[in-house]
């Protein structure tokens, strides 16, 4: 989508949000799919409320875009704009046991800096891509820990409310690959209460958990992670891999031969091709197990 309105750029201007326009979200997203549309980014969080109702009253409408490592953006021109927040600097600033980090911040390098002032615990977060925002919205996990257990505070700006607010962290609920935050939800900032360690030993947890990861999924491909959650009780991934749907193809969208839940872009693949493909793959698992692959992956398609 296209903002046509020459009024508005000035007033964005003002509001410190920069246009990019025709932005290829193929190029902002790690499964390398997506189509085209405005992206606004914000670099003051006040001024999003002020940009909410500008967009609002001349009808146009947005998505907030994080780090675009667990999206699935459908193909060609898109009918929304896209709204990002620019990233601050420092984006994370420390204060005894706690951090508070900036929502645009990227996880790894947030586990890397925190790590390295002797705060541990998130150390089996470090190969997961994206934004502390993102994995936030979603409590991202990995090797037996989450996000969401050091939360502490959050400021978000609440599209229902049309206002910026700060929750404590009891109350927000995180389970697994999902929390009590609205879909339209915007994360701003958080705080995290991170236990001290010191900094070999986090060390030693992040080089285990980089060499399980990299021996088990597929790090140098397009993908999004894991395309779907986890049963209660099952994997996946070995359920795919049980099927022997590892190389299932269509056109470029290709169940990855390392991680049968990673499903990646093997060249040129299209939102409908990586779509078909997950359609296809949760009908034969539920044929083969009577059981429905809920989506682990967010799908913005129209
Ligand atoms: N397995 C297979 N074949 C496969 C893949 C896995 O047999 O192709 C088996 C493995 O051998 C293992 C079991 O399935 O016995 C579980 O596999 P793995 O340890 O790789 O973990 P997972 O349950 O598939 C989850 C998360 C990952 C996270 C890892 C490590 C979900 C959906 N996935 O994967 O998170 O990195 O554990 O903690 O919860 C993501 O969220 O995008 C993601 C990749």
Redesign the pocket.
């Known amino acids: 989508m296209r903002i046509s309105d020459a009024s508005l750029p000035g007033e964005l201007a003002k509001l410190g949000v920069a246009v990019r326009a025709g932005v290829w979200l193929a190029e902002l997203t790690s499964l390398g799919i997506g189509g085209t549309t405005d992206l606004l980014r914000i670099t003051r969080h006040d001024s999003i409320p002020t940009l909410v109702e500008l967009l609002e009253e001349r009808q146009i409408p947005y998505r907030f875009l994080g780090g675009g490592s667990?999206l699935l953006v459908g193909d060609g021109e898109l009918p929304w704009i896209v709204l990002q927040l620019a990233k601050p600097e420092p984006d994370v600033t420390l204060d005894g046991n706690f951090a508070h980090v900036d929502a645009a911040a990227d996880l790894g390098r947030t586990v890397t800096y925190c790590a390295k002032h002797h705060l541990g615990g998130m150390e089996?977060l470090i190969g997961v891509p994206g934004t502390v925002g993102g994995a936030l919205r979603m409590n991202?996990g990995?090797?037996g820990m989450q996000i969401g257990s050091y939360v502490r505070e959050v400021k978000l700006y609440r599209t229902a409310k049309r206002r910026i607010e700060i929750l404590r962290g009891e109350q927000i609920s995180f389970e697994y690959?999902h929390t009590s935050f609205a879909a339209d939800d915007m994360m701003l900032a958080v705080t995290l209460e991170l236990p001290s360690k010191p900094y070999q030993e986090i060390l030693q947890g992040i080089r285990i958990c980089n060499q399980k990861?990299r021996s088990?999924?597929p790090l140098g491909q397009k993908s999004a992670?894991?395309i779907?959650?986890?049963p209660p009780g099952a994997?996946?991934?070995?359920m795919?891999?049980e099927l022997g749907l590892?190389g299932l193809s269509v056109g470029d969208a290709r169940v990855s031969d390392r991680?049968?839940?990673f499903f990646v872009n093997a060249g040129q693949a299209s939102a409908k091709d990586m779509l078909r493909l997950i359609a296809d793959v949760r009908s034969r698992v539920e044929q083969a197990y009577g059981l429905k692959l809920e989506n682990?992956v967010v799908v913005w398609n129209a």
């Open positions: 667990n089996g991202a990995a090797y690959r990861r088990s999924q992670g894991c779907f959650k986890n994997s996946a991934g070995r795919i891999d590892k991680h049968a839940n682990e």
